[in-house]
Every structure is written in structure tokens, then in C-alpha cells.
Nanobody
């Protein structure tokens, strides 16, 4: 079992920044590929960003490319999502997820074995 706890969400103005954190516990952190997904009210959960087990590969949704950065710190068992140039359409609950494999379909929620409880991000215009 892996437990994931997100933090860092909140209210930001358009053009501002937030950094989300996801602390993992329970198993060896480096064994898991990590990702962030988000879900806005009335919409399906969507892929935001992913990072491989080694940290050597990162992937982004087109909607956040160039604005968001995913990273991981093995010493702290934590994955981060730095969000810059925020837009109102970034408003959603953000979820951290962990997968036991580095999958080519990293953008699919079904690839991930463990999920956090989510953290709310609200961007005002």
C-alpha cells in the first residue's frame, strides 16, 4: 500500500503561482511513477502531468505545457507540481497518483494504483 497526501492548494489570482506537494508513504517511493490529475465541477478527471520512476522523463497535458512543472524529491518521498501563469480554467481539485510501472499510457487514470484525497485549487480572474 502507498498513502498519498496532497497539500498546497488554495486560492490564487490569474497570472499567479501555486506549488502543490504530494507526500508518499508506505512503500519505496522510487518504485513508483507519479502523476497529477485534476477534476473540475461537472467534468471528467483529466491528466495534468506525470514523471517517471527515475525522474528522467516528464510529460504534460497540452493545456499546461510551459506553465506547470512536475518534479520529485526521493529524499523527501514527495512529488511537486509548480503551477505558474495560472488561469481560471485551472480551477479544479488536483489529485496525486502513483503507478508501479512506467507506462506509455501515463495519461490514463486507469494506469495508476494509488490516489490521494485531492486538494482544491481555485483561480480567480
Amino acid at each position: 500500500q502507498v498513502q498519498l497526501v496532497e497539500s498546497g492548494g488554495g486560492l490564487a489570482q490569474a497570472g499567479g503561482s501555486l506549488r502543490l506537494s504530494c507526500a508518499a508513504s508506505g512503500r519505496t517511493f522510487s518504485n513508483y511513477a507519479m502523476a497529477w490529475f485534476r477534476q473540475a465541477p461537472g467534468k471528467e478527471r483529466e491528466f495534468v502531468a506525470a514523471i517517471s520512476r527515475s525522474g528522467g522523463s516528464t510529460y504534460y497535458a497540452d493545456s499546461v505545457k510551459g506553465r506547470f512543472t512536475i518534479s520529485r524529491d526521493g529524499a523527501k518521498n514527495t512529488v511537486y507540481l509548480q503551477m505558474n501563469s495560472l488561469k481560471p480554467e485551472d480551477t479544479a481539485v488536483y489529485y496525486c497518483a502513483a503507478s508501479r510501472i512506467d507506462s506509455r499510457t501515463y495519461y490514463r487514470a486507469g494506469v495508476y494504483d494509488y490516489w490521494g484525497q485531492g486538494t482544491q485549487v481555485t483561480v480567480s480572474s
